[in-house]
């Protein structure tokens, strides 16, 4: 099997044909693309009137207006725009969760890792965005950071598989914040950026890494992917847990660590929530045991119908 098809299986790009992901807020871009942006500055096609604010460039007055009115207002446009994404793969210890051969509530299975599912997710947001005419680049996070700059053409998917298949989780944490703020310097002008990890970090370092991306005034979109066992946490045994990350292993029984473990999963969760949605930061949740296309095709709708709404908001 080739590399791009381990990535892509032809029923995801069957399903994934005729779709696509696009920014829902403020993007800059020099090329003309198929995503319209209200760049304030000059442009083509008039957008509207607003007040003067103290910081606003004289250049930017409607004179005609402030001579008709004695009221000072300035002109903002819209400019057709090709949208600029950018992915940021957590490469951490703990994405390794899942991969080989995992016991299960009795039984052995087969299952992918987190990391291994994570990667097939870029790889298919990569598809989208470059079939679609857009730019994409790709940052991978872990003891080194490894990344592809944003461009544009069939080319740019196949150095993003080459980058995903030389890749894998790391046997530490991954520093998140310090990679985020790099990634913010990196790009610039605003960009789509879409973090996908399972963001097993201190919350204050996720936000501070967001708030990095938010200042920049990128979009930014959270994926989450977890295993189903650090939901659920099913084991019955007594068995012996390892860190993937250093730390020691520790023989543990499970019913007794059940509820602890738990409760601190769902405050660590609710914590997560409160940041993004206080930064404006798109959080999704993705199961690494349910198939990769249905999570992303759950993704694009739910981003569709926000879209749909804002659009009726505004009119």
Known sequence: ?????????PEVLRRLDGLALSGRRVVEGTA?????????????????????????????LDWRVLARTDRPYVREYEQETKLRGMLVLDASGSMGYGGGTQ?????RQEGESKF?????????LSYLMLSSGESVGISLAGEMIHSAPPATGTAQLARVI???????????????QRTLAEVAQRLGRRSLVMLISDFFAPVEALKRGFARLVHGKHEAIALRILHRHEIEFPFRTWRQFRGLE????????PAMMRRAYLEAFQT??????????????????MISDEPMVDAL?????????????????QT
């Open 1 to 9: 099997m080739s590399p791009v098809s381990r990535y892509l299986e």
């Open 32 to 60: 003309s693309g198929a995503h319209r942006s209200p760049i304030k500055g000059a442009s083509v096609e008039f957008r509207q009137h607003r007040a003067y604010v103290p910081g606003d460039e004289p250049r930017k």
């Open 103 to 107: 016991e299960a509530i009795g039984k």
């Open 116 to 124: 291994e599912f994570a990667a097939k997710v870029a790889a298919a």
């Open 162 to 176: 080459d980058l995903l298949e030389r890749s894998g989780p790391a046997q530490g944490p991954a520093d998140l």
């Open 246 to 253: 250093g730390e020691r292993a520790r023989l543990v029984e």
């Open 268 to 285: 660590h969760q609710a914590q997560l929530q409160r940041v993004c949605g206080s930064l404006g930061v798109e959080l999704h949740t």
């Open 297 to 313: 095709l759950h993704l694009l709708r739910r981003r569709t119908e926000k879209q749909m709404q804002n659009l009726r908001f």
